[in-house]
């Protein structure tokens, strides 16, 4: 191994680990707040990489079916809720319908026009691309919350993983009826490659780990500075203090559902050009953001990120030296890591 | 087919232990499956062992492997088991597929069928009944277990690791006996299936199966033995028929069932949590038309109260009864901060033998957390406390216990599910030997009548004799509160601490407590009782104590401590006189 391919590798790693990053932050983020292990968050991942793939080969992408048959049944779930309390169209319900039901239905609509005038989604600038994808698919988030997680939100940190990798087996089995079993790969968001101090750097390198830098530091402003942002981390100190300050748990929950199923597809697209992404490969690409969280104890955002890292650079070796094993080596660096903390840990109080 | 559900029970099985009974829960359950039936036809194969040999190697292998993967994630908080899960799910997943040894993807073939007194198990007709047997076997035994001291230890980990430990069980213990039972039952499910497909390949181990046997064991019903055969039925009939119907309906082929049981798993745990098996006995007694008016165990519980308990031979620790032993328990400069906030400051008290000590003072004291303190449930920032002479701060909450220093908690901590009677067997935990290698064999059943005798005893001396049988999440919130003192009183303690035993109980109640207390310190016990009813509470103290704002500012004999100015001034208001 000479000192280009540690270079190269260590590139492919931090862009990797980059990415690992973000859903590492997404996943302490909803666990802080919500108490769920979001295990669906790989799902996103597919569901960007492949709906932005499906729009470049002008297919009409599948997530639509499925954002308006879940918006359907978030509406009428609201909708009952409200009748209940005998409370009219109020506010609350207006968002509902407009959001769940009006919002996919204009999505279903126009992107069907489109289709039916043969209009070429692959003309649209690569920016119009990704935000069309984006508002068909980060939608879901507040849905899976609202559909999944909301009804039980009160239950055992256990049984809400239970139904978290419930979700999971859903969202893949309805990506393979969407985009069947062939994966996909889309080209890079600029061709070609720099040269940075006598070492190539590929385009889609620096759009990633620039973008996931910017993400970053978005995140971490609209944590430290917005009203939104301090209403979820008051809910993730203390749920009923912040209730008792007017911050409804529901909305935090779908916010960080949002937030991170933003951040989901975003990163999907961000690994699209990077390697080919079938219906499944999302569980694995979540699960290794998990390994850089769980490495965190799942409460640090800084070290959730050096974890992340730590995973992408150890795949990147480990798929040079030993590239049947290289899952293996990865999903074993938590053994270490929990033994570290099964150690340290002392503690009789109780996390039912 | 009826081969296969019953292959697969055995697993779910393991998991109905862990996610029904401990609240524990595994995805990577396939991968120990896997393990034994790689370990099965490697040895069978490749060295020509006799299946039965392979066997003891896969109970070996899989009990080894759970221990150390147990001993890494189990101590740690709930989640990370089930990650950690995942991870060697997927892990093992990967090696099965990679390792030349093991085949790879195509995996091995040829394996012996299993042979029995020179019959071969070949087809599929004949190994049935070994399939069977191992499964009706692992669930008699599994039922037995949770019907012993080590099971209630078991089924009180469901109520937080805090009130077990307090009842000097050893949690880790009881989570990894477990842990390693399911771990062993999938490995000789693995065993079975090797034996019987005689041909092995990854893709039955994978960790979306590990998650299939989860669904299993919530489907039948997470807390019942027969819910894992319910659960793998339903789950193993419903996957061949969707397997057939859904890539029909949508014209592509693929493992499209995963929707359905995805979806139904979300349902379930939103809707009947409990599974199927309590819906399924309640449909066969509407058809048989049963009308069961007392619940299960009523004449065995009764039974229990007209023994003698002194027949009961368990050991008790001997009462230096009239002597006053005046460091019973003593603290000497207690402190504990919970960031700014002092919570107990410098405070120092004794409590003598066959005393009762009142500890008072305004909410906010600091009282609880001087329990909390004085029991290891909480570890101290500076000072002492002495148990009959020995250093007990720093020890662990269950040590202590062992020692005989007993509570009961401020709000109210039962197993809710479980009956009077074995919440109170529950504190007698420490005086019971036998391990879980007796209790699966039932080979203690003199202990665990003599458990149950004692504590039938200790109900019927706090007034629940005719509760006995009711779950204890179904008592009012006085008999609650009694429940905790015959469970603290099951253990044998030297020292008693009540955190607020009055509250909630009415008049009558009142003064039966301050009966039994009285009569505990005639038994030579040392009772220290935080409590906010000042006349139930100067009527039976021999002295008091009160704290405020986390120091002791007050105490004496209750007529001293009602003419203290501070006292009187900080809490007991200016007319109480």
């Known amino acids: ?352 | 087919m009826a081969n296969h559900i019953a292959m697969v029970a055995l697993v779910a099985l393991g998991l109905v232990l862990m996610t029904g009974v401990a609240g524990l829960t595994s995805f990577g359950q396939a991968a120990f499956v896997g393990l034994g039936a790689y370990v099965a036809a490697v040895l069978s194969t490749a060295f020509g062992l006799s299946p039965w040999l392979g066997l003891v190697a896969v109970m070996l292998m899989t009990v080894s492997l759970a221990f150390a993967l147990g001993w890494i994630t189990l101590r740690l908080s709930g989640h990370y088991l089930p990650l950690g899960t995942i991870a060697w799910g997927l892990s093992l997943y990967f090696v099965f597929g990679n390792l030349e040894l093991l085949g790879g993807h195509t995996g091995l073939s040829s394996i012996p069928a299993i042979e029995i007194f020179g019959i071969s198990l070949k087809s599929a007709n004949a190994i049935y009944y070994l399939i069977w047997i191992t499964l009706f076997a692992a669930m008699l035994l599994t039922d037995n277990l949770l019907h012993s001291r080590e099971g209630r230890a078991i089924r009180a980990l469901k109520g937080g690791v805090l009130v077990a430990e307090s009842m000097g069980v050893n949690t880790a213990r009881s989570k990894m006996i477990v842990f390693v039972l399911a771990a062993l039952y999938a490995g000789v499910s693995g065993w079975l299936y090797a034996h019987y497909q005689r041909f092995v390949n990854p893709s039955p181990f994978s960790l979306h199966i590990g998650i299939e046997y989860l669904f299993m064991a919530v489907l039948g019903g997470a807390a019942q033995v027969w819910g894992a055969l319910l659960g793998a039925g339903v789950v193993t009939l419903l996957k061949e028929w969707l397997q057939d119907l859904l890539p029909r309906l949508l014209g592509a082929s693929g493992n499209f069932e995963s929707i359905v049981f995805g979806l139904l798993l979300v349902l379930l745990l939103q809707h009947a949590p409990k599974g199927l098996w309590p819906h399924a006995v309640g449909l066969c007694r509407a058809l048989v038309g049963s009308q069961r008016s007392e619940p299960p165990g009523t004449p065995v519980a009764a039974a229990y109260l007209e023994r003698d308990v002194s027949l009961s031979g368990l050991p008790t620790r001997t009462r230096m009864v009239g002597t006053k032993r005046a460091d019973l328990l003593k603290a000497q400069g207690i402190e504990k901060r919970f960031g700014g906030l002092i919570a107990n400051q410098g405070i120092s008290l004794e409590l003598r033998q066959g005393e009762i000590l009142a500890l008072i003072g305004p909410n906010g004291a600091g009282k609880s957390t001087l329990f909390d303190l004085l029991t290891g449930v909480q570890a101290l920032d500076a000072g002492e406390v002495f148990f009959c002479g020995e250093a007990i701060h720093g020890m662990q909450a269950r040590d202590i216990a062992k020692r005989g220093l007993c509570r009961s908690f401020q709000h109210v901590r039962l197993l809710p599910e479980m009956s009077v009677l074995e919440n109170i067997a529950l504190g007698a935990h420490l005086r019971g030997t036998h391990g879980p290698l007796h209790a699966v064999l039932h080979l203690e059943r003199r202990e665990e009548r003599a458990l149950m005798l004692e504590a039938a005893h200790q109900a019927r001396r706090v007034g629940l004799a005719e509760v006995l049988h009711l779950p204890a999440g179904s008592l009012a919130l006085g008999q609650q509160r009694t429940l905790e003192i015959a469970r603290a009183l099951a253990a044998d303690p030297l020292a008693l601490l009540l955190d607020e035993p009055a509250a909630g109980l009415r008049f009558g109640e009142k003064q039966q407590l301050a009966e039994l207390l009285r009569e505990l310190r005639k038994d030579g016990l040392g009772v220290l009782l935080v409590e906010h009813d000042m006349a139930f509470v100067m009527g039976l103290a021999d002295r008091v104590v009160v704290m405020e704002h986390g120091i002791v500012i007050a105490q004496g004999e209750p007529s001293v401590i009602q003419q203290d100015p501070r006292v009187i001034e900080a809490y007991l208001g200016v007319d109480l006189g």
Not at chain 1, 133 to 138: D, H, K, N, R
């Open chain 1, 1 to 352: 191994m000479n000192l280009d391919i540690v270079i190269l590798l260590a590139q492919d790693g931090l862009t990797n680990g980059a990415i690992y990053a973000l859903l590492a932050l997404a996943l302490v983020m909803v666990f802080a707040v919500t108490r769920v292990i979001f295990v669906p968050q790989g799902e996103f991942v597919a569901f960007g990489a492949l709906t932005l793939a499906s729009l470049q080969a002008n297919k009409f992408p599948g997530t639509v079916w499925l954002l308006l048959i879940a918006g359907i049944i978030c509406f009428l779930l609201d909708w009952h809720y409200q009748r209940r309390l005998g409370d009219g169209l109020g506010r609350r319900l207006r968002w509902s319908l407009l959001w769940q039901l009006v919002f996919p239905l204009i999505l279903v609509i126009a992107l069907w026009m489109a289709q039916a005038s043969s209009f070429k989604f692959s003309n649209l600038p690569l920016i119009a691309q990704l935000l069309l994808a984006l508002l068909i698919v980060v939608p879901l988030g507040p849905m899976i919350y609202r559909l999944a997680f909301q009804p039980m939100a009160q239950a055992p940190v256990l049984v809400l993983l239970i139904v978290s990798v419930a979700v999971h087996l859903v969202l893949v089995g309805i990506g393979l009826v969407f985009f069947g079993a062939e994966g996909s790969r889309t080209p890079p968001f600029s061709e070609g490659a720099l040269t940075l101090a006598g070492v190539p750097v590929n385009a889609q390198t620096l759009w990633v780990l620039g973008t996931s830098i910017l993400l970053m530091i978005g995140l971490g402003l609209f944590f430290e500075k917005s009203l939104f942002g301090k209403a979820l981390r008051a809910t993730a100190v203390n749920q009923t203090g912040a209730r008792l300050m007017g911050i409804a748990p529901v909305f935090a929950g779908r916010l960080v559902f949002l937030l991170a199923a933003l951040i989901g597809t975003y990163s999907g697209m961000l690994i699209g050009p990077i390697t080919t992404i079938y219906y499944d490969t999302g569980f694995l690409i979540g699960l290794k953001g998990f390994v850089g969280a769980i490495i965190a104890g799942l409460v640090s955002y800084p070290l959730a990120v050096a974890g992340a890292l730590l995973v992408g650079l150890l795949e990147a070796y480990a798929s040079f030296w030993a590239s049947s094993f290289k899952e293996v080596i990865v999903f074993s660096l938590i053994i270490p890591v929990l033994l570290w903390r099964s150690l340290r840990h002392q503690d009789l109080h109780d996390e039912a």
